[in-house]
């Protein structure tokens, strides 16, 4: 019982995914070969207000659920990094048709051949967390 609140959060979230098409292959297609606007639109909406989202947190220096105070500490600058990373993030995307949370949409939805893509993303998260200390970071 006590986690509904994430199950209920992952309802809505695969629900608004549905509603505005992100997990749609073809609007990802779109996007990647510039022929559309439409999931610009919605990853541009998603910074936007995860922007002021982070604004607010640290103006109104609001907790945690747990009372905690959130505290955001800065990240090591590195173009190369953020570029290679970025870079194999893309690809993964362009490629498998989905990011994470499109791709489990598109399983709920009935699109099974998302269970490769789903399967070998957890391959490599679990290969990264194996290589993750010999890796530059």
Not at 48 to 56: C, D, E, F, P, Y
Request: net charge positive.
């Amino acid at each position: 019982m006590r986690f509904i609140k994430y199950l209920l959060v992952g309802i809505f979230f695969g629900i608004l995914m549905a509603k505005s098409e992100a997990f749609s292959w073809y609007r990802i297609q779109e996007m990647f070969r510039f022929q559309a606007f439409h999931m610009y639109g919605i990853i541009g909406t998603a910074v936007v207000l995860g922007v002021i989202g982070t604004w607010l947190i640290k103006k109104l220096k609001i907790n945690d659920i747990h009372g905690e105070k959130i505290i955001f500490t800065p990240k090591e600058k590195g173009f190369y990094r953020y570029f290679l990373g970025g870079s194999i993030f893309g690809l993964g995307w362009a490629l498998g048709g989905a990011c994470p949370g499109p791709m489990v949409v598109s399983i709920g939805y009935g699109v099974l051949s998302m269970l490769v893509v789903f399967f070998f993303s957890i391959v490599g998260t679990f290969l990264y967390g194996e290589v993750r200390d010999r890796l530059p970071h």
